[in-house]
Every structure is written in C-alpha cells, then in structure tokens.
C-alpha cells in the first residue's frame, strides 16, 4: 500500500484542492490482488487505490464516460523497443495482458503457451493427433444449409478462445475468421474446421513471435486480397500486416464490405485498409521520437498500385467506398509508397487464404513464428 501511495507521490497523480460545494466528493478504496506468473504461482502482492466509480450518477456527477484501452499492436510495438529503455526494478517481466513474455540477450519471444495447453485441455485434444496447417486448401466453407445444426453456445465459446490466441498467433487468423463467419447458424462442418484449428495447435504450442535485439525499426506494411473468395456474397477477404524492421507488429484478415468487380480493386481496397493502420502506427511511433516518411506498403498487384497514381482510372472506381480512396491523397503527400513485390514475397498471403504446407511454413518463419527450444 505504501508503494502504491509512493507512485502518487512520484508521478504527480493528484493535487490537494478545496472541496467544491456543490459537487459530490467520489470516495476510494484499496483493491488487493495476488500476481501470478504463467504457472499460476504468486510471484507479488499488488495494492491498488482507486475511485469508486459506482458511486457516481448519470446527469449530476458526469455526462458521459470513457475508458481507455491498450491496443496489443501497441503492447507488441513496446515489447520490439523493450531490450532501449530502463525498467523499473520489479522484476524481469515475464507475463503481460496473457502474453507469457521471455526476454534472452538476443531478443523477445512473445507467446501464449500455457493458454494454448489449457486449451487443449479444455476441448479435450489431447489425445487427438495433429495436423500441420489450419485449414485444409480443398476445403470451400459455406453456410452448409443441409449440414447438421451445434449447439451455438459451444461454438461460440470454441471460437471466442480461438480468437483470444490470435494476439500472438498470426498463423491462425484467417482460419478463425473464416469460422468465426458461420457463428450465426453454425453447422458441424464448421464445428469440424474449428476442431481443426485446434489440432493444429495441438502440434505446435511452444510457438510465438520472435522479436530479435538486432536489425533496424523501418516501418513497412504488407497488403494483399483474394477475389471474391466467399461462396456466400462473393467478398473477398483482405490481409495486411505491419512489420518494425523484420519484427511483427501488427496484422489483420478482414472479409471486405463492398464486392469488388475485379482482383485489382480488391486489392486497392486492401491497400486502404493497411494505410490506415499505416498512419496510426506512424503516429505511435512518435512516442518514440521515431519520425516515418514514405512508409512502404508492399503489393502484389500493379494495377491497384495504379490506381493509386492515375486520377483517370479513379473514374472507374467510384463505386468503392470513399474510405478507401484517401489512400491516393497520402501517396501524393508522400506519407506512403506502394511498391511493388512479387507473389512469392508477400508476406501477407497468409492472410487471404488457406495455403499448402510448404508455403504456409515459409510465411511462418518470415514473420517471425518460431518454437524456441
């Protein structure tokens, strides 16, 4: 408690003032909880002051809330600078947010190990065998009218734990967004490619982000998109992903809200997208004293790179959504570039679709995905 009030002191939290007279005075109270590491063991005692929010009323104390959250891009943009700034001294951090955090003298390794285990546990895989990729490349999911009905609650909760993973396992995302589509009337085909995900994991749960101490912190996007993949509307899914140096910061597999009438608009679209998260870790960085200009965003598609330059073929877009369309306006402020990489270096691919081993492996290990031994 003593420590608690000690921070207060040191960061200025608060100044002694007058009580006002015609405002009600919020009290506070003590919230002590025991810190576990990922073993589940106590590792600290934590001591927490803080206001008693309950106590207010909407309209006489306040008019409207806010809450602010931690994004994990940003949580993750932290851990890559982690090895450049001074720690206060609690201890080396091991477990943050539910990411089981391991700092060697040559990097950061970022995983959920223990939660993929409990998972495993949960859903009762470990005697199942393994699989070596998601989702299989054969497989065309639908609604599957005809298919046998699950329960919605079971499969919900399936996919929610899912989800909570994808925080440190990109390798997953486009398999649980796929899955996640169905959530509404789910099927056990889709119960079935769930499971799936889960056997995969069964077969590599020591692996995470590797985020290693050496290399440069350029800022560099990848985009990509398939073309009209979803059996369903006929959507195609966006991929991009955001790369500090060759560390993964941040990444995203997006059905898209508008049909596109050909592969170079679905790209444009997903180029949109990645610009967006593009310029908000660019305004990140500057917490970093770390200015960007001309940030690269890799595409595999030279017509919607084209797009992006010629205002004549803007006449032959103006169907798609205006959101999308800001992305020219940074390309002539020079903010962003789109610059072109072949298919077989995009490392976004990941993201827009089921892929063979071999390929599925090599995008692995380019973004970073490693088992530590």
């Known amino acids: 408690m003593q420590e608690e009030l000690n921070q207060f002191e040191r960061n200025n939290v608060w100044e002694l003032v007058q009580r006002p007279t015609h405002q009600n005075v919020i009290g506070t109270k003590w919230v002590f909880r025991n810190k576990m590491n990922e073993e589940g063991s106590v590792v600290r005692n934590k001591a927490r002051l803080v206001a008693k929010g309950y106590c207010q009323e909407e309209g006489i104390d ?20 982690a090895g450049k700034f001074e720690m206060s001294m609690m ?18 390794f970022i995983s959920q190990t223990k939660y993929t285990r409990d998972l495993m546990k949960k859903f009762g895989m470990e005697e199942k065998s393994s699989v070596k990729i998601p989702m299989n490349t054969s497989v065309k999911m639908d609604m599957d009218a005809d298919g046998k009905p699950v329960d919605q609650t079971r499969s919900e909760h399936s996919l929610g734990s899912l989800l909570y993973l994808t ?34 994991l069964k077969g590599c749960q020591e692996v995470g ?14 985009s990509d998109s398939d073309y009209a993949g979803c059996r369903i509307d006929r959507k195609s899914t966006s991929g991009t992903c955001q790369m500090l140096g060759n560390r993964l910061i941040s990444w995203f597999s997006k059905k898209q809200n508008s049909i596109a009438t050909s592969t170079a608009e679905a790209e444009y679209i997903a180029t949109g997208s990645c610009c967006a998260q593009i310029l908000w870790m660019r305004q990140q960085l500057r917490d970093y004293e770390v200015e960007e200009k001309e940030i690269p965003i890799m595409c595999d598609n030279t017509s919607a790179i084209a797009i992006t330059q010629n205002p004549v073929l803007h006449s032959r877009t103006k169907h ?7 992305i020219r306006d940074h390309v002539e402020k020079k903010d962003i570039t789109l610059e072109y990489v072949s298919t077989d270096k995009q490392l976004a691919d990941i993201f827009t679709k089921p892929l063979c081993e071999s390929r599925f492996e090599e995008l692995k290990h380019e973004l970073g995905l490693i088992e530590l031994s």
């Open 62 to 81: 306040f008019d409207e809330t806010f809450a602010p959250v931690a994004r994990l891009e940003s949580i993750r943009m932290f851990l890559s600078y």
């Open 91 to 108: 201890g080396e951090l091991t477990f943050f947010l539910g990411l089981q955090v391991k700092q060697l003298k040559d990097g950061t």
């Open 167 to 200: 925080a440190s396992r990109p390798d997953i995302t486009f398999a649980v967004g796929v899955c996640a589509r169905f959530q509404s009337a789910p099927k056990e085909s889709h119960m079935t490619a769930a499971k799936r995900i889960l056997r995969y």
């Open 209 to 222: 982000l590797w985020y290693p101490k050496e290399g440069g912190f350029k800022l560099i996007g990848y």
């Open 320 to 326: 798609i959504d205006v959101r999308y369309h800001f």
